[in-house]
């Protein structure tokens, strides 16, 4: 009833645009791209029990029609719409993809998978209201933009920059669309499975997800955020962060920040009490075309009875606010952990859009429970990417990650190497 509402609202007020509308702005404005991925995924877990799947992956072709229009004066209120048509077909062979990439069900990958969503959108100076499809950039929710298609939302969404260097959001979410998912859902709890039964919307887990935040510019350098967000029956979040972003001259500049999470249970609990916090530290160096970065992390306090992890919701949505993120995430009870990176830009040596990231991870004092041995976890990450600068080819991209992840005394987890490649290409009418 609630999605229904919110497609209700869109049809109404795009028919009053299309009735009363002044046309110019709201087509010569609009930006419409066709965006193309082929994306190939291998992982290979080392799982002792021989009877159940090692290998995972696929490669897949995807197309998006990426369509937002211009505004169009309705009075005092600019009014416009965006369209967002995503569908991907399956290249390889059947594969144990475990909704890594493509809808996964009877122990077969789908052939292909698609979805549609919508927006209507209003703005008013520099408020604007988005009501449909939504794709969030906050510390307490984030898109997924890591496989073949993103991970989206439905809801309402408000972002005002009216106030001098301060960005206001609000918004509420009704329910999410996996990456690996062709509908939506109610929110549940990583690493609980988002539909137990695929292609059956399942209700109850939560009536959706609260958000308000504040983004405030003190200096040209130093940055101050607040973000609360209320997974309703499931958790609630605090954030507060601090960046200081400098740049010392032509050769160098610094990039840092400090994030900090207080977790509780929401309502009526439904995956138990929390009580748990994560400090985050991150800081970068940049000098000429190399760039060093170091991460420390920390969790504290009770996850909950049925997630022993840092608060994510069930879909795989990422956490890229937390300085070691990745495919071992390091976000298990009292877990610590640091990471190493080093970036080069071959610009210098010729190679303009290549770029190449070597990172280490490590986590250790994960605790398993009383009596049992603390756990550790690592992962090595080399990352190459190149953007073609220039030319019949401009924008188009590669991409290749390899993945190193060990576990060690970790129950339930098992080491694993994961290949990937991607190529993009946008083409703009």
Do not use: C
């Not at 129950?411 to 290409?425: K, N, S």
């Amino acid at each position: 009833m609630r999605r229904q509402k919110l497609w209700i609202a869109m049809l109404a007020a795009t028919a009053t645009l299309g009735t009363s509308a002044t046309y110019a702005d709201f087509i010569d404005d609009s930006n419409v791209q066709l965006k193309f991925k082929n994306f190939y995924l291998d992982r290979q877990i080392e799982q002792p029990d021989q009877t159940k799947t090692q290998d995972f992956g696929s490669w897949t072709q995807g197309i998006t029609l990426d369509a937002k229009s211009g505004y169009a004066d309705i009075g005092p209120v600019k009014v416009g719409v965006d369209v967002l048509v995503q569908h991907a077909v399956r290249l390889s062979g059947d594969r144990g993809d475990d909704d890594y990439i493509l809808p996964f069900s009877n122990g077969k990958q789908a052939r292909d998978f698609g979805k549609v969503g919508a927006t209507l959108k209003a703005k008013v100076s520099q408020t604007e209201l988005r009501v449909g499809e939504i794709l969030p950039v906050t510390p307490v929710v984030h898109f997924d933009p890591s496989r073949q298609l993103l991970t989206t939302y439905n809801g309402v969404w408000l972002e005002s920059k009216d106030l001098d260097k301060t960005k206001i959001t609000l918004g509420y979410l009704d329910s999410i669309n996996a990456r690996y998912e062709n509908q939506a859902q109610d929110f549940k709890l990583w690493p609980n499975p988002l539909n137990t039964e695929r292609n059956q919307v399942k209700s109850g887990d939560s009536d959706g997800m609260y958000v308000a935040g504040i983004d405030y510019q003190a200096t040209p350098e130093l940055g101050l955020s607040y973000f609360y967000g209320d997974v309703t029956h499931i958790y609630r979040q605090n954030y507060l962060g601090v960046a200081y972003n400098k740049t010392l001259d032509e050769q160098n500049k610094v990039v840092t920040h400090v994030r900090y999470f207080d977790n509780r249970e929401s309502g009526d609990a439904l995956y138990g009490d929390i009580d748990s916090q994560a400090l985050s530290l991150k800081g970068a160096w940049t000098h000429g075309n190399h760039t060093v970065d170091v991460g420390y992390q920390q969790m504290f306090g009770e996850h909950g009875e049925k997630a022993s992890f840092f608060p994510t919701l069930a879909g795989w949505v990422p956490q890229p606010y937390l300085a070691n993120w990745s495919v071992a995430s390091f976000i298990r009870k009292d877990e610590k952990s640091w990471s190493l990176g080093y970036t080069y830009n071959f610009a210098d040596v010729g190679v303009p859009g290549l770029t190449a990231t070597v990172r280490h991870y490590d986590g250790w004092n994960i605790d398993n429970g009383a009596g049992n041995k603390r756990g550790k976890e690592d992962e090595n990450n080399l990352i190459v990417n190149y953007v073609v600068p220039e030319g019949k080819f401009k924008g188009l991209g590669l991409q290749y990650m390899y993945i190193d992840t060990n576990f060690e005394d970790v129950p339930g987890f098992f080491d694993l190497e994961e290949h990937r490649a991607a190529i993009t290409y946008s083409y703009k009418f």
